[in-house]
């Protein structure tokens, strides 16, 4: 009887402890979101190298933890799969077999192989301990927050920045970037995901009526920061995101529903009339907050796209540097240059002085190509398809906060989807935190019905 009761009380021991470290390595992973942010995005490689030591950390008492409860994985971690591909893919591209290495800049895309490896860690991660409605918020509040912040010391920093050479920050000077990013683009991409899940949640009425207001309150300054950042790809997501919640407005629906709402949210009339209507707030809102300076970005952009070479042989508009990257695809199709190596293989492509030499391709799916090759672009792919085939069956089912936090999710990924194929943010570690949060809320681990279930095997 004795034995019985030590060998139960171990067992609840260890089952306390596996629960003590479920909540704090949950906390840590939710904590690099904001955190990551601040300092320039962490685009530093001291600050690069600190979060992705951070991301190892929690993962040993992943390890620990997973041993204390007797589960380490779930089926969700599917979506990581192709994540370690890539990094083994690029891996292998900077290792000297046969006829030399495939990257042109083997050591740089070791570094990219490392980080690839930290991301798919930091997703695993969040799909292994983001498995209740509760956290799932928490980690979608988490994006919110980041973005939130962000916008209102943007917003701060454009109203009271007056020619000092930093603001807080050494190398935020005057006219350059956005908030905290020394590149305004960037920003955009983080207040995208943050405007994004707001919405989201009110489309997806995941939120009381009655309470409604609050995330459209939080979403108002997010916006106006967007809008006040002058980015276009910016101001192109987010349009495209009002038109992804107005074609998908209703979605969230339970099955089973057929109120009055329920119906009118199921017509495509009322859904076009939606898009038409909100589109129409926010030409007029961007009109009246941007102004001129808005107007003379979007007027530009016909002109570096389609223009042709101008006098200023340095010139590197997005044209020129499309069509050295699809050259540099197709020299190189299968395996591609190395990720890592674009910036010196595009050199050869590249039609000017040598004065500027593009160092991304302002379109994230042109770089993976060029980059990755088909094999590559194929493991990127079966990334995107298996989010697919992980968020759509929970839009329809469990709880409404559940759904609608999926909405918000994929809303927030719809804007950085349509703005990589004008920039490169997602290079930017805090963004790529921030988008692998929202795909892990997206592809949750919990059950369907919105039920809890404990991990705990005791």
């Not at 009425?205 to 207001?213: F, H, P, Y």
């Not at 101008?310 to 997005?318: E, F, K």
Request: hydrophobic fraction near 55%.
């Amino acid at each position: 009887m004795t034995n019985v009761s030590r060998a139960a009380g171990d067992v609840d021991r260890a089952g306390l402890l596996a629960r003590g470290l479920s909540a704090f390595i949950f906390a840590g992973l939710v904590a690099v979101v904001p955190l990551s942010s601040v300092p320039y995005g962490s685009v530093e490689p001291l600050w690069t190298a600190l979060f992705e030591v951070s991301v190892f950390l929690l993962a040993a008492l992943w390890a620990l933890e997973g041993a204390l409860a007797g589960r380490w994985v779930s089926r969700a971690h599917a979506l990581a799969l192709p994540g370690v591909a890539l990094a083994a893919y690029a891996l292998l591209q900077s290792l000297e077999l046969g006829g030399g290495a495939v990257s042109y800049d083997p050591y740089e895309t070791r570094l990219v192989a490392l980080l690839f490896f930290t991301y798919t860690t930091y997703l695993a991660l969040l799909l292994r301990y983001a498995d209740t409605e509760r956290r799932l918020r928490a980690l979608l509040y988490a994006v919110v927050l980041a973005g939130l912040a962000s916008a209102l010391f943007g917003i701060v920093r454009q109203t009271a920045q007056r020619g000092a050479e930093g603001f807080l920050l050494e190398a935020l000077r005057p006219n350059t970037g956005y908030a905290q990013f020394i590149n305004k683009n960037h920003f955009a991409y983080l207040a995208e995901m943050a405007l994004g899940a707001l919405l989201g949640l009110v489309a997806g009425r995941g939120v009381a009526r009655a309470k409604a207001l609050v995330p459209l309150a939080l979403a108002l300054p997010i916006w106006a920061a967007l809008v006040l950042s002058n980015s276009r790809g910016g101001l192109l997501a987010m349009f495209c995101q009002v038109i992804f919640l107005g074609a998908t407005f209703g979605v969230t629906r339970a099955r089973g529903a057929n109120s009055a709402l329920d119906r009118i949210a199921g017509s495509k009339a009322a859904r076009a009339g939606l898009v038409f209507a909100l589109l129409s707030t926010i030409v007029v809102g961007m009109v009246w907050l941007g102004g001129d300076a808005v107007a003379d970005r979007v007027a530009s952009v016909g002109e570096e796209v389609t223009a042709g070479a101008t006098a200023d042989a340095t010139h590197s508009g997005r044209r020129d540097i499309w069509a050295a990257t699809w050259k540099t695809f197709t020299t190189h199709p299968l395996a591609g240059v190395g990720f890592g190596g674009y910036w010196v293989a595009v050199s050869e492509q590249h039609e000017g002085s040598g004065g500027l030499v593009p160092q991304q391709a302002h379109n994230d799916y042109l770089e993976v190509l060029a980059s990755g090759g088909l094999l590559g672009a194929g493991l990127v792919l079966a990334f995107l398809l298996l989010l697919v085939r992980r968020s759509a069956p929970r839009l329809r089912a469990g709880s409404a906060s559940a759904r609608a936090a999926c909405l918000g999710a994929l809303a927030g990924l719809c804007g950085v989807a349509v703005h990589s194929l004008v920039e490169f943010g997602l290079h930017v570690p805090s963004n790529a935190f921030a988008a692998l949060a929202l795909a892990a809320v997206a592809a949750a681990a919990i059950p369907l019905n919105g039920q809890k279930t404990s991990p705990y095997k005791y």
